[in-house]
C-alpha cells in the first residue's frame, strides 16, 4: 500500500540552524510528493511539491528533492528563523488517484 | 481571493449528541474534501466529492458519519451520535481538477471535543 514515514518530533533548533526533516515512502508507480506546513491556529497550506523524480520543489528558502531510489523527499532549509516554527507534513498523491496521503507530521520550534 | 471556509471553529458536544461542520470551498474549485486529523497524526480522508457526487467515501464510517454536498458547492458532515473517540480536528479541502495535477487547498478546521 501507501504510506509516508517522517522524522518523529519535536524538533528544536537555534535561529540560522540547518534544517533536515527526513520523509521515505512507500508507494505503487510514480506519486507525487508533497511538503504541507501547519503554522499555529492555522490551517494546512502546500510548502513545495515535486511530481516526477528527480525533481526539486522550493519556496521561502526551503528544498526537498524526489529520490526514487531512495523512496525519500527530504526536506532542507539552510538557515531557519523564529518564523518557521511549525508543524510540517510529508505526503504523497498516488499516481491512480485524487487523495493524498500524510505522514504523522514533525513539530519544529526555533529559538532564537 | 477567499480560501475555504469552515465553521464552528471549535465543538464541545456531550457524547451520544449529534453535531454537524459546514464547509465553504474556494469559488470554482469542482473537488471538495473532508479529512480527519487525529492529535499528533496527520490528516486521513474521509470522503471526496467531485461536484454533486462523492466519489470516494471508503474510509467514512457510515454507522454514524454522512456528509452531504447539495448543488456542488458548500458541504456538511455531520456526526449521529458523536462517540468520545470522534474527538479531532475535522479538516475540509477543495481544488479544481486539472490536467495533470490538482492542489488542494485546505480550511483552518473545526475541533470537536467530545465530553
Known amino acids: 500500500g501507501n504510506s509516508v514515514t517522517q522524522m518523529e518530533g519535536p524538533v528544536t533548533l537555534s535561529e540560522e540552524a540547518f534544517l533536515t526533516i527526513n520523509c521515505t515512502y512507500t508507494?505503487?508507480?510514480?506519486?507525487?510528493l508533497f511538503w504541507y506546513v501547519q503554522y499555529p491556529g492555522e490551517g494546512l497550506q502546500l510548502l513545495l511539491k515535486?511530481?516526477?523524480?528527480?525533481d526539486k520543489g522550493s519556496n521561502k528558502g526551503f528544498e526537498a528533492t524526489y529520490r526514487k531510489e531512495t523512496t525519500s523527499f527530504h526536506l532542507e532549509k539552510g538557515s531557519v528563523q523564529v518564523s518557521d516554527s511549525a508543524v510540517y507534513f510529508c505526503?504523497?498523491?498516488?499516481?491512480?488517484?485524487?487523495?493524498?496521503?500524510f505522514g504523522s507530521g514533525t513539530r519544529l520550534s526555533i529559538r532564537p | 481571493e477567499a480560501g475555504v471556509v469552515q465553521s464552528p471553529r471549535y465543538k464541545i458536544i456531550e457524547k451520544k449528541q449529534p453535531v454537524a461542520f459546514w464547509c465553504n470551498p474556494i469559488?470554482?474549485?469542482?473537488?471538495l474534501y473532508w479529512y480527519l486529523q487525529n492529535l499528533g497524526q496527520g490528516p486521513e480522508l474521509l470522503i471526496r466529492?467531485?461536484?454533486?457526487?462523492?466519489?470516494?467515501d471508503s474510509q467514512l464510517p457510515k454507522d454514524r458519519f454522512s456528509a452531504e454536498r447539495l448543488k456542488g458547492v458548500d458541504s456538511t458532515l455531520k456526526i449521529q451520535p458523536a462517540e468520545l473517540g470522534d474527538s479531532a480536528v475535522y479538516l475540509c479541502?477543495?481544488?479544481?481538477?486539472?490536467?495533470?495535477?490538482?492542489?488542494?487547498?485546505f480550511g483552518p478546521g473545526t475541533r470537536l471535543t467530545v465530553l
Open positions: 508507494a505503487t508507480g510514480y506519486p507525487s
Open positions: 515535486a511530481t516526477k523524480a528527480d
Open positions: 466529492y467531485e461536484n454533486e457526487e462523492a466519489v470516494d
Open positions: 505526503a504523497l498523491m498516488p499516481s491512480s488517484a485524487s487523495k493524498i496521503i
Open positions: 479541502a477543495s481544488s479544481l481538477v486539472e490536467a495533470d495535477y490538482n492542489e488542494q487547498f
Open positions: 469559488s470554482g474549485h469542482n473537488t
